[in-house]
């Protein structure tokens, strides 16, 4: 949990259900999933959306259960998930509008002992990066492309960066996934860190499997098939 987005963990509790798309994606491989977007109006966004030509799924509402150490409370949301076709590259995207943001944004559970506090990027891999831009642009304002790459920056100045397959060798050449990944996949997600060294200490007093270049990367099989890369990146 970090003060403006999280990475959310999944698991199966009811084994007869598919878990909103888990049960079939763990067949294949464990690893990231897709991407949630945040929004102040679930039903602006498909509004907006429906009015451009797309075709979001109706918006829903959801209420959980979080278990507090005081007792289980209720978390509501009202979601908006986008077909698959929609959002190439991206695997399943959801539009997210907390309506009960202050249970889950508790300030105790922004401090990490590897110093992570936000989300810096999320990198997958695809076959046609320049496809791929043209059919995101119609959802995101910058969007930018070449043919090895689509980059898009949203709002709050998170990247999402989805390469070709052979960008994805080249920049992943010490990593590897099993089963190897094939596009469309999602590869990695960046955590923003003050200090490198820091979190290099950690990782390695607890035995975390990583590499170090410009940044810190912890390899697949700590991290239930995905990669985890630290940045040091100024604090803003």
């Given at each position: 949990?970090?003060?403006?987005?999280?990475?959310?963990?999944?698991?199966?509790?009811?084994?007869?259900?598919?878990?909103?798309?888990?049960?079939?994606?763990?067949?294949?491989?464990?690893?990231?999933?897709?991407?949630?977007?945040?929004?102040v109006?679930?039903?602006?966004?498909?509004?907006?959306?429906?009015?451009?030509?797309l075709?979001?799924?109706?918006?829903?509402?959801?209420?959980?259960?979080?278990?507090?150490?005081?007792?289980?409370?209720?978390?509501?949301?009202?979601?908006?998930?986008?077909?698959?076709?929609?959002?190439?590259?991206?695997?399943?995207?959801?539009?997210?509008?907390?309506?009960t943001?202050?249970?889950?944004?508790?300030?105790?559970?922004?401090?990490?002992?590897?110093?992570?506090?936000?989300?810096?990027?999320?990198?997958?891999?695809?076959?046609?990066?320049?496809?791929?831009?043209?059919?995101?642009?119609?959802?995101?304002?910058?969007?930018?492309?070449?043919?090895?790459?689509?980059?898009i920056?949203?709002?709050?100045?998170?990247?999402?960066?989805?390469?070709?397959?052979?960008?994805?060798?080249?920049?992943?050449?010490?990593?590897?996934?099993?089963?190897?990944?094939?596009?469309?996949?999602?590869?990695?997600?960046?955590?923003?860190?003050?200090?490198?060294?820091?979190t290099?200490?950690?990782?390695?007093?607890?035995?975390?499997?990583?590499?170090?270049?410009?940044?810190?990367?912890?390899?697949?099989?700590?991290?239930?098939?995905?990669?985890?890369?630290?940045?040091?990146?100024?604090?803003?």
């Amino acid at each position: 949990m970090f003060p403006d987005n999280y990475l959310e963990l999944r698991g199966m509790i009811d084994p007869a259900g598919d878990g909103h798309g888990l049960k079939p994606f763990l067949k294949i491989r464990e690893g990231l999933m897709g991407v949630a977007l945040g929004t102040v109006g679930a039903d602006v966004s498909h509004d907006s959306l429906a009015a451009d030509g797309l075709n979001p799924n109706p918006v829903k509402s959801l209420t959980r259960d979080f278990e507090l150490s005081e007792g289980t409370v209720p978390v509501s949301f009202r979601l908006c998930f986008l077909p698959e076709e929609m959002v190439p590259g991206l695997m399943s995207v959801v539009i997210c509008q907390h309506l009960t943001p202050e249970i889950l944004r508790q300030p105790e559970w922004f401090d990490h002992p590897n110093g992570a506090r936000g989300v810096h990027s999320m990198t997958g891999i695809v076959r046609d990066p320049v496809g791929t831009a043209k059919a995101l642009a119609r959802l995101f304002d910058n969007v930018t492309s070449s043919e090895e790459r689509t980059q898009i920056l949203l709002p709050d100045s998170i990247i999402l960066e989805l390469i070709s397959e052979t960008a994805y060798s080249e920049r992943y050449c010490n990593l590897s996934f099993s089963p190897p990944l094939t596009a469309p996949s999602l590869v990695s997600v960046s955590l923003k860190v003050d200090d490198l060294d820091r979190t290099e200490k950690v990782l390695r007093q607890r035995g975390v499997l990583y590499f170090r270049n410009e940044s810190l990367v912890v390899a697949p099989e700590e991290c239930c098939g995905a990669a985890i890369e630290f940045i040091e990146s100024a604090r803003k």
